[in-house]
T-cell receptor, first 115, second 111 residues
Framework: GENVEQHPSTLSVQEGDSAVIKCTYSDSASNYFPWYKQELGKGSQLIIDIRSNVGEKKDQRIAVTLNKTAKHFSLHITETQPEDSAVYFC??????????????FGKGTKLSVKP | ETGVTQSPTHLIKTRGQQVTLRCSSQ?????VSWYQQALGQGPQFIFQYYREEENGRGNFPPRFSGLQFPNYSSELNVNALELDDSALYLC??????????FGSGTRLTVV
């Protein structure tokens, strides 16, 4: 089955710096890769996602890149702000025939942005 | 603001008891999944329902069961609770291949 590895487990950056979180997956059939931000009491919020037919996707300060050959994808946050501090999870799934496959998550990265 | 509502937010149960967790999905979301998140870990897939039928299950024993109702609500039932069942339980719903929307979760503590 699918296995997702996420690194680093903790990341501390200064406000304004960039943060990069990396994930690798094992099943080449996976074709959907979302990133979730989890804050205490607020649940898990989908912040960006990418499908396997795209190599990069950007939304304001957040971007995700996907390398299908190497089976890894990364989250990039630029100009970090204290409110970016949270636990970030990557995930992989296989969507087929219009059906949503289950998500396999990494173990999470605790991002701390210091003012 | 999430369109997926879970209840209760916190729950304390005794080992051996049974528990029912509830989830109310967004209208039209015909796929619902449940995940277990232990402290310091990523969410682990328990099972998924599509149009009221289970159509996928993770590595969880049969004492974990679920239901999905026509009004887009669902339940997770756990029988014979064990201490290791203490975790955050997350419900997520989606429409076909669109991304999942997660609820805020139910924090279950088994003592």
């Amino acid at each position: 089955g699918e296995n997702v590895e996420q690194h680093p487990s903790t990341l501390s950056v200064q406000e304004g710096d960039s943060a990069v979180i990396k994930c690798t997956y094992s099943d080449s059939a996976s074709n959907y890769f979302p990133w979730y931000k989890q804050e205490l009491g607020k649940g898990s919020q989908l912040i960006i996602d990418i499908r396997s037919n795209v190599g990069e996707k950007k939304d304001q300060r957040i971007a995700v890149t996907l390398n299908k050959t190497a089976k890894h994808f990364s989250l990039h946050i630029t100009e970090t702000q204290p409110e970016d501090s949270a636990v970030y999870f990557c995930a992989a799934s296989m969507n087929y025939g219009g059906s949503q496959g289950n998500l396999i998550f990494g173990k999470g990265t605790k991002l701390s942005v210091k003012p | 603001e999430t369109g997926v509502t879970q209840s209760p937010t916190h729950l304390i149960k005794t080992r051996g008891q049974q528990v029912t967790l509830r989830c109310s999905s967004q209208s039209g979301h015909n796929t619902v999944s449940w995940y277990q998140q232990a402290l310091g870990q990523g969410p682990q897939f328990i099972f998924q329902y599509y149009r009221e039928e289970e159509n996928g299950r993770g590595n969880f024993p049969p004492r974990f069961s679920g239901l999905q109702f026509p009004n887009y609500s669902s339940e997770l039932n756990v029988n014979a609770l064990e201490l290791d069942d203490s975790a955050l339980y997350l419900c997520a719903s989606s429409v076909r291949t669109y991304g999942y929307t997660f609820g805020s979760g139910t924090r279950l503590t088994v003592v």
